[in-house]
């Protein structure tokens, strides 16, 4: 028989479908793809197994759920004349029956119920989770008894039209021995009356089947039998007195079995002591603790669904008729196949003693409507958590016809109506156990920095992404550079946002430097002794600048615009590097930046430059005393962009001006205007004139041999990077508690140039500053870890350690609206782990099974660890559930 089914038969002739009827046209039309013949009939592998229990163990366990699940009572009388080789049971309904969960203390002990695979699992799971609690022994023990005592019993089962009823018939002859001495101890009473309750519908269906065949051509007329198989537990003699044998499991003290272990273990030690369990085990004794196999490169969805698979709230439900909330309907849905794939998932996860999962059939499903999850690449599990619980939402949404829902302006009301407005529209067309479970609500609050227009609205939220602060942040070290002369070069580290703008750079080095009202920076890039480019537009993303880039600010008078700004380079003879040894003019040094207001001659560029080079003189003795001489040049105008590209002075035009009408002063300063094609050279007595439009002037100096020793060429080329880390230190680990995280995400910070806000007041767009706070929590708050930052250029990951609370993060000062009916404090389950880098790099799940024990879930290897070991720099998204 295959297990995968509950009411299985022998004969593929006789196969009568007992799921759920659908009930729509698209819910058939599904449901005909699913099967394998005309008449509809489910294929093996989706049928769930049908349960015999006792009506007392299962109703503790729906009290504990407080499930509402309908039944149908049936009077079962006995016609046993030939006991010794079959037993025969009439089954007559009495009364529907709808069980509250609230309990019945006058319950005969001759009362059984029929319960599907997945109700029985949860019972299952609350039996031996609050014994576990109960009695301190680990409810892998507690498990077993459960699992020997379920049987398979074979049945007859056929439509009675005379007495209107259903007719039970176990046989000797298709059951082994042992197993119909056991069926005759739980059917044979002396005078009790039995009663049965079906809550798992299959009976109903037989009902409808068996009509729907009586009135066709299909086989199965009334009163033939169908041999079906019914799943048997608790009715052995050790289940009624387990709670005397808890005391012997107490002193028993094993390893825990996982994934098919039965005391031989495949297992290995690791430096934490952990027994780990290999993946090719042959079965699992614990619920739960089933793994997930890669398919390729799939830990990422390996594990998020390991984390939502152990959400205990989601686990009742797809355990549960979940089907029934199907919305097959929805155009925003999968037609309810997403749901379909992950309820059955979750059942294969749960069922006791099953192998290794394969998610092969839940991938597929996955990636006819997601192509980006299709292929064997690495993903992102929060982006994969984020489609998958937004999947799930639409496929399970309750609403099957969305309202349309206008915005109100909520100006001048309470901002509790207001809110309270937002969340009814919301829930209005968006209500499934997703909305239940894991949807809050944060309040959005502009502000126009013109008009002070203030604008307030209440979004859902799904999970919080949060960014790491103490990586939020990045130190820079620029170079400030005088305009006068004044002060040497002054290297100046400020720290900025890392994802922040030119503007927050030039507001951060105006503080450091102590600049005054009346001056301005002018901060530029220097590569290769140039002037690259000017970081003018305050708006720019601070990611272009790399760590490695040299950057100088140059102090201007802000009355410098209406005057001419001169740039000045540096060159000087330096040996080749060929082999004769011969000297090349080189360009070195750090422009020096000057502006102009009254620019007449050559002497004018001569003056300015002397004067910006007085704080790089060197000391020099009272005997050599040379003075300020230098040549008259001439000059002409050059734009700073294209300075880059511009040429120098090569030997022919240096020789050429050494051999001229000024030979004396070849141990002097000469300045050369540049333009794009040719250097000329500027004369002292002759008028210089300004072209170009931005009135800039590119000067090159030529420096030399004597004036090179007079000043300091050396402090003249220091020029430190923006970010250099110390060489053959280690960096030391980076730490931040999950509150600090918490606080920067809700901190008011302004909008980004590409977010400008239109301001209904003003009538334009404007850059408005933001503020988030949290409104509403849900019972499952889902904390995504910002690990991974992106730029045009750049992806890195950040391992920051952050510290969070396992037994107890409270939000209650961090939420603006306070409910005294519901707590703000919350208790961690699940973690997603990311290992390695932006390259690739591993997911791995620590999930904690209830009262403190923690598994980690591999793929398919699932390892116990302690709680000590589940706080890593990996943690990446983090599981919480409300207290």
């Not at 044979?188 to 051509?217: A, C, K, Y």
């Not at 040549?631 to 700073?640: F, K, Q, R, W, Y």
């Amino acid at each position: 028989m295959d297990n995968d089914y509950l009411f299985s038969s022998e004969d593929d002739d006789h196969l009568f479908d007992l799921d759920f009827q659908p009930n729509s046209s698209r819910q058939n039309s599904y449901y005909n793809q699913r099967t394998n013949n005309s008449r509809g009939f489910l294929d093996e592998d989706d049928r769930e197994k049908v349960y015999l229990v006792p009506y007392r163990w299962w109703k503790e366990a729906q009290n504990v759920l407080a499930d509402k699940v309908d039944g149908v009572l049936y009077e079962v009388s006995s016609n046993n004349g030939n006991a010794d080789s079959e037993i025969v049971l009439d089954l007559k309904k009495k009364e529907v029956y709808q069980d509250s969960g609230n309990g019945d203390g006058g319950v005969s002990f001759h009362e059984y119920a029929l319960v599907p695979e997945g109700v029985w699992l949860r019972a299952l799971k609350r039996h031996t989770d609050a014994k576990a609690a109960v009695m301190d022994v680990g409810s892998s023990s507690i498990l077993d008894d459960h699992l020997n005592d379920v049987f398979p019993l074979q049945i007859r089962l056929s439509v009675s039209r005379e007495t209107n009823s259903l007719v039970v018939k176990i046989s000797l002859e298709d059951n082994k021995v042992d197993i119909y001495k056991r069926a005759c101890d739980i059917f044979i009473f002396t005078s009790e009356v039995l009663h049965i309750w079906d809550f798992s519908g299959q009976t109903t269906q037989f009902f409808m089947n068996d009509t729907i065949s009586s009135s066709s051509d299909l086989p199965g007329q009334p009163g033939e039998e169908v041999l079906l198989e019914l799943q048997v537990h608790g009715f052995s003699d050790s289940m009624t007195e387990i709670n005397e044998e808890m005391a012997e499991h107490s002193n028993c003290n094993g390893a825990a079995k996982m994934n098919g272990s039965n005391g031989d273990l495949n297992s290995y030690t690791t430096p934490s002591n952990s027994l780990r369990c290999g993946s090719g085990n042959r079965g699992v004794s614990f619920l739960g603790l089933a793994g997930l196999r890669n398919l390729g490169n799939t830990c990422f969805m390996n594990s998020a669904i390991q984390c939502l698979a152990h959400t205990p709230e989601l686990v009742d439900f797809f355990l549960g008729e979940y089907q029934k909330e199907i919305n097959y309907e929805n155009p925003l849905g999968l037609n309810g196949e997403l749901a379909l794939a992950f309820g059955d998932l979750i059942r294969k996860l749960w069922a006791p003693g099953a192998m290794p999962v394969s998610p092969r059939l839940f991938k597929l499903k996955l990636a006819n409507f997601a192509p980006q999850f299709s292929g064997y690449n690495q993903h992102d599990s929060q982006e994969f958590l984020a489609f998958l619980l937004d999947g799930l939402h639409e496929d399970l949404n309750r609403v099957k016809c969305k309202p349309y829902v206008e915005a109100k302006d909520g100006e001048g009301l309470p901002e509790e109506e207001v809110a309270e407005e937002y969340w009814r529209n919301h829930r209005a067309r968006n209500d499934s156990v997703i909305v239940d479970l894991c949807q809050g609500q944060y309040r959005s609050m502009l502000v126009c920095p013109v008009c002070k227009k203030v604008s307030v609205t209440f979004d859902p939220l799904m999970y919080l992404s949060l960014p790491l602060p103490s990586t939020t942040m990045r130190t820079m070290t620029v170079t400030i550079l005088s305009t006068d002369g004044s002060t040497l070069p002054t290297p100046v580290t400020v720290t900025v946002p890392k994802c922040g703008r030119f503007k927050d750079l030039i507001e951060a080095l105006s503080i450091s430097c102590s600049l005054g009202n009346d001056e301005k920076l002018l901060v530029a890039e220097i590569y290769k002794n140039k002037i690259f480019r000017l970081l003018d537009e305050p708006s720019d993303s601070l990611a272009l600048i790399r760590d490695q880039d040299k950057l100088v600010a140059y102090r201007l008078r802000k009355d410098s615009e209406t005057s001419s700004l001169v740039v000045f380079m540096h060159q000087r003879k330096e040996k080749s590097n060929s082999f004769r040894g011969l000297l090349d003019w080189k360009i070195f040094g750090t422009p020096l930046v000057a502006s102009l207001s009254d620019l007449r001659k050559g002497s004018d560029i001569r003056e300015v430059f002397l004067k910006l080079l007085n704080s790089f003189l060197m000391p020099v003795d009272d005997e050599s005393n040379d003075s300020d001489d230098a040549g008259n040049m001439a000059n002409e105008d050059l734009v700073v962009e294209d300075v880059i590209n511009s040429p120098v002075l090569d030997n022919d035009a240096v020789s050429d001006s050494e051999t001229g009408d000024e030979p004396h002063l070849s141990d002097d300063f000469r300045f050369y205007y540049m333009d794009s094609k040719e250097p000329s050279e500027i004369k002292m007595n002759e008028p210089v004139s300004i072209s170009c439009s931005n009135q800039v002037l590119n000067i090159l100096v030529y420096w030399p041999e004597k004036m090179i020793e007079k000043y300091d060429t050396c402090l003249l080329s220091s020029l430190m990077e923006v970010f250099r880390p110390q060489l053959f230190t280690r960096k030391p680990q980076e730490s931040v508690s999950l509150y600090k995280c918490l606080e920067a995400f809700l901190k008011e910070e302004p909008l980004g140039p590409e977010d400008m806000w239109y301001c209904p007041r003003c009538k334009k767009h404007r850059q408005a500053s933001k503020k988030l706070d949290l409104w509403r929590l849900p019972d499952i708050l889902v904390i995504h870890l910002k690990r991974f930052s992106y730029s045009r250029y750049f992806k890195s990951k950040l391992e920051t350690y952050v510290d969070f609370p396992v037994d107890d993060l409270d939000l209650s000062n961090y939420i603006t609206h306070r409910n005294i009916q519901l707590s703000n404090r919350y208790t961690l389950y699940a973690i997603s782990n990311h290992y390695g880098g932006m390259g690739g790099g591993h997911y791995t799940a620590f999930v904690d099974l209830g009262h403190k024990r923690w598994y980690e879930f591999d793929d398919d290897k699932v390892y116990p660890v302690s709680e000590d070991m589940v706080k890593t720099c990996a943690a990446y998204v983090l599981f919480y559930r409300r207290i």
